[in-house]
């Protein structure tokens, strides 16, 4: 993991603290105003918006193994998709292990995704002209649309490499390989940013340091986590 820098908020002089050097972008949890690095020190840019409780477990400083490397959560943006929320969760995870990623949550069913910078797509390819079950190429394999959607940001928290925007609108659309590979293509840019990872299982997180909600207990959920 990388070092961890200890700042305050510019607004109310909170503590605000940064796990990951990729992380540009903090919202502080006290007063909830989102707090920009530069030159070493941080600038307000803006207020958000509330959370809503929508009965995750997961919570900030949370921790998990993917792939037999420990992560630990450090930011959130959380949508509305119409049926529901869906949360991106911002975890930290060691520069050998690929670096930060994401893990995407909804209705109790998990992705873990990861920003791929250099992935090639077609310059004609328009979110308006994609369907469900058709083919997208990225890096020359073939992808099929599983489905698409307009989501509305809702809030955010934490640590995050990029700002947002409290009820601005993300045009995505999610694919899917033969072999089981996923990738999520967010329209939200100029240029399409794409997500490549898979689908994994709560237990085969190992989650430490959930919470308890709605009856299900923060040791239960641990403890199921545990089970390999």
Not at 60 to 70: M, N, Y
Not at 85 to 104: Q, R, V
Not at 175 to 204: C, H, M, N, W
């Amino acid at each position: 993991m990388t070092a961890v820098k200890q700042s305050q908020c510019p607004s109310c002089g909170a503590p605000l603290t940064f796990e990951n050097a990729h992380s540009l972008y903090a919202v502080c949890k006290y007063c909830r105003t989102m707090s920009v690095q530069s030159d070493d020190a941080l600038k307000e840019v803006g207020k958000t918006a509330a959370l809503i409780e929508d009965g995750s477990p997961l919570q900030l400083g949370a921790s998990g193994t993917l792939e037999g490397k420990t992560f630990t959560i450090i930011g959130r943006i959380q949508y509305n998709f119409g049926l529901g929320f869906w949360n991106e969760w911002y975890i930290n995870m060691a520069e050998d292990a690929g670096g930060p990623a994401w893990l995407g949550e909804a209705n109790g069913i998990y992705f873990y995704t990861r920003l791929k910078k250099d992935a090639r797509l077609s310059d004609a390819l328009e979110f308006d002209k994609l369907y469900a079950g058709g083919i997208v190429s990225i890096d020359g394999k073939e992808f099929y649309v599983k489905d698409i959607q307009t989501s509305k940001v809702v809030s955010g928290e934490g640590e995050l490499p990029f700002p947002f925007e409290s009820e601005y609108e993300a045009p995505v659309v999610d694919l899917v390989r033969q072999d089981g590979t996923l990738a999520t293509l967010d329209f939200s840019e100029e240029k399409p940013l794409v997500f490549i990872g898979k689908a994994v299982k709560y237990k085969d997180l190992h989650m430490q340091r959930v919470r308890g909600v709605y009856g299900f207990k923060a040791a239960d959920a641990e403890a199921q986590g545990a089970v390999a």
